[in-house]
């Protein structure tokens, strides 16, 4: 499988089928930046999965591009979902939020390393509109230490 899908498919994947998708991960893959206070093994990263895809049942994240160079892939998504469960990350400072029934839409950017055909790191690079501050801004919530 090409580096291209590899990325692709973990991706789509995780908000699709969490758990199909920790298949398709190294057992030393790790996932950085974003929100995330320091690098986090990524099947601990799956919590955060599993409690976006509880606030936000129909959490979806629609590939826009993907660019290769080597091993990494640049995968830009627009990321769309509603509020409609509580919002409870395990992350410092973070509010527990209960469902608003808002809409979110926001643009995300994952940097993918791919060994063979599996993932052994993904960098979370969100814009500044994007990733989860702007997701939290959009149902209400403003968590400490964001603009």
């Known amino acids: 499988m090409s580096v291209e899908q590899v990325a692709r498919d973990f991706v789509e994947g995780m908000m699709a089928d969490a758990e199909k998708t920790k298949e398709h991960i190294t057992p030393d893959a790790m996932v950085s930046g974003g929100v995330l206070p320091q690098p986090m093994p990524a099947m601990e990263a799956f919590i955060l999965v599993g409690a976006m895809k509880s606030a936000f049942p129909d959490l979806k994240f629609e590939v826009q591009q993907v660019t290769v160079n080597g091993n990494q892939a640049t995968v830009n998504v ?47 690079e969100s814009p500044a509109d994007g990733g989860l501050p702007a997701v939290l801004t959009q149902i209400g919530v403003k968590m400490p230490g964001m603009m």
């Open 78 to 124: 627009k990321l769309t979902g509603t509020n409609t469960g509580t919002l409870s990350m395990p992350l410092p400072g973070m509010p527990t939020v209960p469902p608003t029934g808002k809409k979110v839409s926001a643009p995300d950017t994952f940097i993918v390393t791919v060994q063979g055909d599996k993932v052994s790191h993904m960098q979370i």
